[in-house]
């Protein structure tokens, strides 16, 4: 099991973690939201908590917990430009169908 940030994404959180003085990587997990049923959870991390699933990717920790990881397992999180937006897209190959406004998903 595990999840990766790519290249592009790994960057911009060590940008960001550097630009604020601390922290080690991102948080991500599930929540239940939504039309579809689940919502991705994103923050920065300052440092893991006991429960955590600790993965690294390009020297950046991505920290899971273990409810999440079933849902979150094989993705991908990845740092995008679509012309003027900016902001991390989640590669979820666990996704069986989202909602219309892309919120939220379902397994």
Do not use: I, W
């Not at 940008?15 to 689940?38: A, D, E, I, W």
């Not at 600790?54 to 273990?66: I, K, N, R, T, Y």
């Amino acid at each position: 099991m595990s999840v990766t940030l790519t290249e592009r994404a790994a960057k911009h959180v060590s940008g960001f973690l550097s630009r604020r003085g601390k922290g080690v990587g991102v948080r991500l997990g599930v929540r239940t939201s939504g039309c579809s049923g689940m919502a991705y959870k994103l923050e920065y991390a300052d440092a893991a908590d006991a429960e955590d699933l600790v993965f690294e990717s390009f020297g950046v920790q991505v920290l899971v917990d273990p409810k999440s990881l079933p849902y979150l397992d094989g993705t991908e999180l990845d740092f995008v430009r679509e012309g003027l937006n900016e902001g991390f897209k989640f590669n979820n190959p666990n996704v069986k169908d989202a909602c219309g406004c892309g919120e939220s998903f379902n397994v």
